[in-house]
T-cell receptor, first 112, second 114 residues
Framework: SQQGEEDPQALSIQEGENATMNCSYKTSINNLQWYRQNSGRGLVHLIL?????REKHSGRLRVTLDTSKKSSSLLITASRAADTASYFCATDASNQGGKLIFGQGTELSVKP | DVKVTQSSRYLVKRTGEKVFLECVQDMDHENMFWYRQDPGLGLRLIYFSYDVKMKEKGDIPEGYSVSREKKERFSLILESASTNQTSMYLCASRTPQGGNQPQHFGDGTRLSIL
Protein backbone atom coordinates (compact mmCIF):
# COMPACT_ATOMS: atom_id res chain seq x y z
CA SER A 1 0.00 0.00 0.00
CA GLN A 2 1.25 3.47 -0.82
CA GLN A 3 1.28 5.77 2.15
CA GLY A 4 3.27 8.62 0.68
CA GLU A 5 1.51 11.35 -1.20
CA GLU A 6 3.62 13.86 -3.03
CA ASP A 7 2.77 17.33 -4.07
CA PRO A 8 3.03 18.67 -6.68
CA GLN A 9 2.98 15.82 -9.19
CA ALA A 10 4.93 17.97 -11.63
CA LEU A 11 6.97 21.13 -11.25
CA SER A 12 8.59 23.26 -13.93
CA ILE A 13 11.04 26.03 -12.99
CA GLN A 14 13.91 28.05 -14.45
CA GLU A 15 17.53 27.42 -13.64
CA GLY A 16 18.59 29.29 -10.53
CA GLU A 17 15.17 29.09 -8.90
CA ASN A 18 14.41 26.99 -5.84
CA ALA A 19 12.27 23.86 -6.08
CA THR A 20 10.11 22.65 -3.20
CA MET A 21 8.44 19.26 -3.09
CA ASN A 22 6.15 18.02 -0.35
CA CYS A 23 5.37 14.58 0.98
CA SER A 24 2.66 13.45 3.40
CA TYR A 25 2.35 10.07 5.04
CA LYS A 26 -0.08 8.25 7.30
CA THR A 27 1.63 6.06 9.90
CA SER A 28 4.42 6.55 12.43
CA ILE A 29 7.90 6.18 10.95
CA ASN A 30 11.51 5.43 11.83
CA ASN A 31 12.78 7.70 9.10
CA LEU A 32 11.85 9.31 5.83
CA GLN A 33 14.06 9.16 2.76
CA TRP A 34 14.24 11.09 -0.49
CA TYR A 35 15.35 9.52 -3.74
CA ARG A 36 15.97 10.82 -7.21
CA GLN A 37 15.35 8.99 -10.48
CA ASN A 38 16.63 10.09 -13.85
CA SER A 39 14.50 9.00 -16.78
CA GLY A 40 14.72 5.25 -17.38
CA ARG A 41 17.22 4.66 -14.59
CA GLY A 42 17.19 3.35 -11.03
CA LEU A 43 16.65 5.40 -7.89
CA VAL A 44 19.50 7.18 -6.18
CA HIS A 45 19.35 7.88 -2.47
CA LEU A 46 19.62 11.60 -1.65
CA ILE A 47 19.02 12.11 2.03
CA LEU A 48 17.56 10.35 5.09
CA UNK A 49 15.96 12.14 8.00
CA UNK A 50 15.22 10.32 11.22
CA UNK A 51 11.94 10.68 13.06
CA UNK A 52 13.63 12.65 15.87
CA UNK A 53 15.19 15.15 13.45
CA ARG A 54 13.41 18.23 12.15
CA GLU A 55 15.76 19.47 9.45
CA LYS A 56 18.72 18.16 7.51
CA HIS A 57 21.01 19.62 4.86
CA SER A 58 23.15 18.08 2.18
CA GLY A 59 24.75 20.46 -0.30
CA ARG A 60 21.91 22.26 -2.10
CA LEU A 61 19.30 19.99 -0.51
CA ARG A 62 17.31 20.84 2.57
CA VAL A 63 14.80 18.41 4.05
CA THR A 64 12.34 19.13 6.82
CA LEU A 65 10.21 16.69 8.76
CA ASP A 66 7.13 17.49 10.81
CA THR A 67 5.99 14.30 12.53
CA SER A 68 2.99 16.03 14.12
CA LYS A 69 1.66 16.82 10.64
CA LYS A 70 3.13 13.65 9.12
CA SER A 71 4.75 15.64 6.36
CA SER A 72 8.15 16.38 4.86
CA SER A 73 9.50 18.77 2.30
CA LEU A 74 12.52 18.69 0.02
CA LEU A 75 14.01 21.99 -1.07
CA ILE A 76 16.54 22.17 -3.87
CA THR A 77 18.20 25.58 -3.94
CA ALA A 78 19.69 27.27 -7.01
CA SER A 79 18.42 24.53 -9.28
CA ARG A 80 20.31 23.41 -12.38
CA ALA A 81 19.15 21.77 -15.59
CA ALA A 82 20.90 18.61 -14.36
CA ASP A 83 18.42 18.47 -11.43
CA THR A 84 15.69 17.51 -13.90
CA ALA A 85 14.43 14.15 -12.63
CA SER A 86 11.65 12.52 -10.62
CA TYR A 87 11.91 12.80 -6.86
CA PHE A 88 10.37 10.29 -4.48
CA CYS A 89 9.83 10.27 -0.76
CA ALA A 90 9.82 6.93 1.02
CA THR A 91 8.89 6.11 4.58
CA ASP A 92 10.50 3.46 6.72
CA ALA A 93 7.66 2.72 9.09
CA SER A 94 8.32 1.52 12.61
CA ASN A 95 6.76 -1.90 12.15
CA GLN A 96 7.87 -2.65 8.60
CA GLY A 97 11.37 -4.05 9.20
CA GLY A 98 13.22 -1.89 6.71
CA LYS A 99 10.58 -1.97 4.01
CA LEU A 100 10.05 1.36 2.32
CA ILE A 101 6.73 2.73 1.16
CA PHE A 102 7.13 5.14 -1.73
CA GLY A 103 5.14 8.13 -2.78
CA GLN A 104 4.25 8.52 -6.44
CA GLY A 105 6.88 11.14 -7.00
CA THR A 106 7.27 14.69 -8.23
CA GLU A 107 8.52 15.20 -11.76
CA LEU A 108 10.84 18.21 -11.75
CA SER A 109 11.81 20.00 -14.94
CA VAL A 110 14.47 22.70 -14.73
CA LYS A 111 14.70 24.81 -17.86
CA PRO A 112 18.03 26.36 -18.79
CA ASP B 1 30.20 2.56 -3.36
CA VAL B 2 27.47 -0.05 -3.34
CA LYS B 3 26.90 -1.67 -6.69
CA VAL B 4 23.58 -3.33 -7.47
CA THR B 5 23.58 -4.96 -10.87
CA GLN B 6 20.52 -6.14 -12.73
CA SER B 7 21.29 -8.61 -15.46
CA SER B 8 19.36 -6.93 -18.27
CA ARG B 9 18.35 -3.34 -18.97
CA TYR B 10 15.74 -4.40 -21.54
CA LEU B 11 14.01 -7.73 -21.98
CA VAL B 12 11.26 -8.91 -24.34
CA LYS B 13 9.44 -12.15 -23.63
CA ARG B 14 6.24 -13.88 -24.75
CA THR B 15 3.13 -14.66 -22.72
CA GLY B 16 3.34 -17.96 -20.91
CA GLU B 17 7.14 -17.97 -20.73
CA LYS B 18 8.96 -18.41 -17.44
CA VAL B 19 11.07 -15.30 -16.95
CA PHE B 20 14.05 -14.84 -14.64
CA LEU B 21 15.27 -11.42 -13.54
CA GLU B 22 18.60 -11.47 -11.77
CA CYS B 23 20.02 -9.01 -9.26
CA VAL B 24 23.47 -9.06 -7.68
CA GLN B 25 24.88 -6.75 -5.02
CA ASP B 26 28.51 -6.47 -3.97
CA MET B 27 28.22 -5.06 -0.44
CA ASP B 28 27.27 -8.15 1.56
CA HIS B 29 23.87 -6.63 2.32
CA GLU B 30 21.43 -8.83 4.19
CA ASN B 31 18.23 -7.26 2.83
CA MET B 32 17.17 -7.32 -0.81
CA PHE B 33 13.99 -6.12 -2.49
CA TRP B 34 12.14 -6.35 -5.79
CA TYR B 35 9.80 -3.57 -6.93
CA ARG B 36 7.84 -2.86 -10.05
CA GLN B 37 7.27 0.67 -11.24
CA ASP B 38 4.32 1.70 -13.37
CA PRO B 39 3.18 5.17 -14.47
CA GLY B 40 0.71 6.61 -12.00
CA LEU B 41 1.26 3.80 -9.52
CA GLY B 42 4.77 4.54 -8.30
CA LEU B 43 6.96 1.77 -6.88
CA ARG B 44 5.24 -1.27 -5.48
CA LEU B 45 7.01 -3.95 -3.48
CA ILE B 46 6.75 -7.46 -4.93
CA TYR B 47 8.96 -9.53 -2.63
CA PHE B 48 11.79 -8.95 -0.22
CA SER B 49 14.36 -11.03 1.61
CA TYR B 50 15.93 -10.36 4.98
CA ASP B 51 18.72 -12.87 4.47
CA VAL B 52 19.80 -15.95 2.54
CA LYS B 53 16.98 -18.42 1.92
CA MET B 54 14.47 -16.05 3.51
CA LYS B 55 11.67 -14.39 1.61
CA GLU B 56 8.61 -12.35 2.42
CA LYS B 57 5.70 -11.29 0.25
CA GLY B 58 5.35 -7.63 -0.50
CA ASP B 59 2.23 -5.83 -1.62
CA ILE B 60 1.80 -7.47 -5.04
CA PRO B 61 3.34 -10.99 -5.02
CA GLU B 62 0.75 -12.67 -7.23
CA GLY B 63 2.29 -14.19 -10.35
CA TYR B 64 5.82 -13.87 -9.01
CA SER B 65 8.23 -15.93 -6.94
CA VAL B 66 11.78 -15.30 -5.75
CA SER B 67 14.96 -17.16 -4.93
CA ARG B 68 17.78 -16.19 -2.57
CA GLU B 69 20.25 -19.07 -2.52
CA LYS B 70 23.29 -16.83 -2.03
CA LYS B 71 23.54 -13.62 -0.08
CA GLU B 72 24.58 -11.51 -3.03
CA ARG B 73 21.93 -12.70 -5.48
CA PHE B 74 18.16 -12.22 -5.45
CA SER B 75 16.18 -13.55 -8.40
CA LEU B 76 12.66 -12.62 -9.40
CA ILE B 77 10.72 -15.26 -11.32
CA LEU B 78 7.63 -14.74 -13.40
CA GLU B 79 6.15 -18.20 -13.42
CA SER B 80 4.02 -17.71 -16.53
CA ALA B 81 4.45 -14.24 -17.96
CA SER B 82 1.38 -12.21 -18.82
CA THR B 83 1.01 -8.90 -20.62
CA ASN B 84 0.02 -7.13 -17.39
CA GLN B 85 3.50 -7.87 -16.08
CA THR B 86 5.01 -5.52 -18.64
CA SER B 87 6.75 -3.00 -16.41
CA MET B 88 9.99 -1.56 -15.08
CA TYR B 89 11.47 -3.85 -12.43
CA LEU B 90 13.84 -2.46 -9.82
CA CYS B 91 16.03 -4.37 -7.40
CA ALA B 92 17.45 -2.86 -4.22
CA SER B 93 19.64 -3.92 -1.33
CA ARG B 94 20.22 -2.62 2.17
CA THR B 95 22.12 -3.43 5.30
CA PRO B 96 20.11 -3.32 8.52
CA GLN B 97 23.28 -2.73 10.55
CA GLY B 98 22.99 0.38 12.68
CA GLY B 99 19.39 1.00 11.70
CA ASN B 100 18.10 3.85 9.53
CA GLN B 101 19.86 2.74 6.39
CA PRO B 102 18.88 3.65 2.82
CA GLN B 103 18.23 1.22 0.01
CA HIS B 104 20.58 1.03 -2.97
CA PHE B 105 18.99 0.46 -6.34
CA GLY B 106 20.04 -1.14 -9.58
CA ASP B 107 19.38 0.54 -12.93
CA GLY B 108 16.21 -1.42 -13.55
CA THR B 109 15.02 -3.93 -16.13
CA ARG B 110 12.37 -2.77 -18.56
CA LEU B 111 10.41 -5.92 -19.30
CA SER B 112 7.95 -6.22 -22.17
CA ILE B 113 5.65 -9.22 -22.42
CA LEU B 114 4.18 -9.71 -25.90
Amino acid sequence: SQQGEEDPQALSIQEGENATMNCSYKTSINNLQWYRQNSGRGLVHLILIRSNEREKHSGRLRVTLDTSKKSSSLLITASRAADTASYFCATDASNQGGKLIFGQGTELSVKP
Amino acid sequence: DVKVTQSSRYLVKRTGEKVFLECVQDMDHENMFWYRQDPGLGLRLIYFSYDVKMKEKGDIPEGYSVSREKKERFSLILESASTNQTSMYLCASRTPQGGNQPQHFGDGTRLSIL
